[in-house]
Every structure is written in C-alpha cells, then in structure tokens.
C-alpha cells in the first residue's frame, strides 16, 4: 500500500514571497513518481511539477521547483514569487512504477495576500 | 490539449435513483480514471481502466460500478444513490506507457443527492 501525507491544510503567502507545502509518502516500490497538482477555485486540476524518483535532481519548472528527500520520504513544492493566481489546493500524488493507480494527499489550501 | 469532458458539472438527484456520470477524453488514452473529492479526504480513486471493457476496483468501489464500452468514454454509475455519495467527482485520464504518465482531469461534477 502506498500512502501521501500532507500535513498542512491551509498556507498563506504574500504576493511576491516564498511558500513551501509539505509533502510526506511511504511505498514498497523502488521506482515510483511523485507529482504535484493544482486545483484552482471552481477549475480544472491541473498537473504542476513531476518528480521520477530514481532521478537525484529536483525538477524545476518556472517559479515551482520541489525538494526531493528520497531517504526521507519527503517531496515538498516551493513557489516563488507567488502571484494571485496561484491561490488554489494542491495535492501531491504518489504513483508507483509502471502502475496507473495515483494516491493522492488530502491537499493544502494555499491563499496569496496583497 | 487533451481535453477530458465530463457531461455535467452540476447534478441534482434523489435517494434510491441510478445515476450515470459520463466522461469523454479525446486523446485516444488508454487509462481512464473516477475520483471522488471531499474536503479533509483529498480525492480518492473509486474505478479505473486500463482498456476497453477492463476495469479495476480502486479504493472505494462500494456503491458504484463502471462501464467502458469505448476507448474515448469512461462511465461511473451510481445502482442505488443514496446520501453519502453526494460529493464532487472527478475524471481523469493518462496515456500507458512504461513510465508512469501524467493524468488529465476533466472539471468535475458536483452530485448531490437528496
């Protein structure tokens, strides 16, 4: 079985800054993906960041960019820069292998202030 | 763009009804996927298919069953509605591929059931 934790149900950042959201998974697979997905208000979900986990460097995309901590478990999304329109949920998901089946986390809220 | 549609984004139905959620993808995908979301659980997978007239039990597949007669459409189906499975279902669909792909989501439909 293959579980996603995020620890954090709701961020708020500040026009401009940094935010970083948490995510923790534990699986038996030694190959396996970690993703991070969007959903913003009343919108589509949308695919973020895609992390292969046999590879050591972080994948980066424009102003988001993840930590992976492969001993750890951990897979946290940082965006900067934050701008209006990245206020949505967030999920992280956890695919293992070659199989289809996405588990995903119970998300983060993250709200961007003025 | 892949373009997954589902047939409705509001629907409204009573206790004891069957009720049919239809989605469509249009890029020719082999995997197709049902989700439900509630707030606090994150999205949970109910069914998936990996081909036509294949389908697997996803986590919570009690109370619903699915039909995929076509490669494009992907059916979730509701015997005997009841209240706990008024929520917000969601659609999704990725290609197969050795790697694991990243899933497409269709806008979601928000059933409610009274």
């Known amino acids: 079985a293959q579980t996603v934790t995020q620890s954090q149900p709701e961020m708020s950042v500040q026009e401009a800054e940094t935010v970083t959201l948490s995510c923790t998974y534990d699986t038996s697979e030694s190959d396996y993906y970690l993703f991070w997905y969007k959903q913003p208000p009343s919108r589509q979900m949308i695919l973020v960041i895609r992390q292969e986990a046999y590879k050591q460097q972080n994948a980066t995309e424009n102003r988001f960019s993840v930590n992976f901590q492969k001993a750890a478990k951990s897979f946290s999304l940082k965006i900067s820069d934050s701008q209006l329109g990245d206020a949505a949920m967030y999920f992280c998901?956890?695919?293992?292998?070659?199989?289809?089946?996405?588990?995903f986390g119970t998300g983060t809220r993250l709200q961007v202030t003025l | 763009d892949v373009k997954v549609t589902q047939s409705s984004r509001y629907l409204v139905k009573r206790t004891g009804e069957k009720v049919f959620l239809e989605c469509v993808q249009d890029m020719d995908h082999e995997n197709m996927f049902w989700y439900r979301q509630d707030p606090g659980l994150g999205l949970r997978l109910i069914y998936f298919?990996?081909?036509?007239?294949?389908?697997e039990k996803g986590d919570i597949p009690e109370g619903y069953s699915v039909s995929r007669e076509k490669k494009e459409r992907f059916s979730l189906i509701l015997e005997s509605a009841s209240t706990n499975q008024t929520s917000m279902y969601l659609c999704?669909?990725?290609?197969?591929?050795?790697?694991?792909?990243?899933?497409?989501f269709g806008d979601g439909t928000r059933l409610s059931i009274l």
């Open positions: 998901g956890l695919q293992g292998g070659t199989a289809s089946k996405l588990t």
């Open positions: 999704a669909s990725s290609s197969a591929g050795f790697r694991a792909q990243p899933q497409h």
């Open positions: 298919s990996y081909d036509v007239k294949m389908k």
